[in-house]
């Protein structure tokens, strides 16, 4: 149980396009979801939250225009990487709490998507 | 705030020896914590986790961790590591009850298996 997925697992895209990446919870519902971005051996750095039916919490010096949340249902969010440049090429790493955990902090993490700009 | 930190950057161990990752907290109140495994190009795993009670803490893969209020640790021990335990594991905390709580994560420390 508490699988998480996430579309594509990698993607190559020319710089200026947008990449649009997919978290699904796939056996359980997901109130808040949770995207972070990790640099080559570096650790994760949590870039939002997001909870459905509501505008997504960016971390501070995260760009809400260029890193577009959306979580239309209680399984899926979206990421979109806008008009994407060469230093935004990263891992990115979803997460998602289960609405009906009794440990409210704990989450399930997807495989992860690597982006990279040319 | 919250806070972790692992204090080393990479280990090497020789296969079948033990081995023990640490990891020390900051946080105000009773955490929840957690220890997560990485290969290469793959997302997390998680190995064991720590919210109340017994403050050892069984995991998966042969792992534990014991909570130790008083150093404000959590440290990852396995008595006897195989070669494919060679990952990056990271140490994280997790802050309160609400919805929107985070978990931070240490910066992580690469362990190597020396054949």
């Known amino acids: 149980g508490a699988v998480v997925s996430q579309h594509p697992s990698w993607v190559i895209c020319k710089s200026g396009t947008s990449v649009k990446i997919e978290c699904r919870s796939l056996?359980?519902?997901?109130?808040?979801m949770f995207w972070y971005r990790q640099f080559p051996k570096q650790s994760l750095m949590l870039m939002a939250t997001?909870?459905?039916?509501?505008?997504?919490?960016?971390e501070q010096g995260v760009e809400k225009d260029k890193f577009l949340i959306n979580h239309a249902s209680l399984t899926l969010s979206t990421l979109t990487v806008t008009s994407a440049h060469p230093e935004d090429s990263s891992f990115y790493i979803c997460?998602?709490?289960?609405?009906?955990?009794?440990?409210?902090?704990?989450?399930?993490f997807g495989p992860g998507t690597r982006l990279t700009v040319l | 705030a919250q806070s972790v930190t692992q204090p080393d950057i990479h280990i090497t161990v020789s296969e079948g020896a033990s081995l023990e990752l640490r990891c020390n907290y900051s946080?105000?109140?009773?955490?929840?914590l957690f220890w997560y495994v990485q290969s290469p190009g793959q997302g997390l795993q998680l190995l064991l986790k720590?919210?109340?009670?017994?403050?050892l803490v069984q995991g998966i893969k042969g792992f534990e961790a014991e909570f130790k209020r008083s150093q404000s640790s959590f440290n990852l021990r396995k008595p006897s590591v195989h070669w494919s335990d060679a990952a990056e594991y990271f140490c994280?905390?997790?802050?309160?009850?609400?919805?929107?709580?985070?978990?931070?994560f240490g910066s992580g420390t690469r362990l190597s298996i020396r054949p």
């Open positions: 997001s909870n459905e039916g509501s505008k997504a919490t960016y």
């Open positions: 994280a905390v997790g802050s309160g009850y609400s919805i929107a709580s985070k978990i931070i």
């Open positions: 946080y105000g109140a009773t955490p929840y």
């Open positions: 720590y919210f109340s009670g017994d403050t």
């Open positions: 056996d359980f519902q997901a109130t808040t």
């Open positions: 997460s998602a709490r289960d609405r009906l955990s009794g440990a409210v902090n704990e989450q399930f």
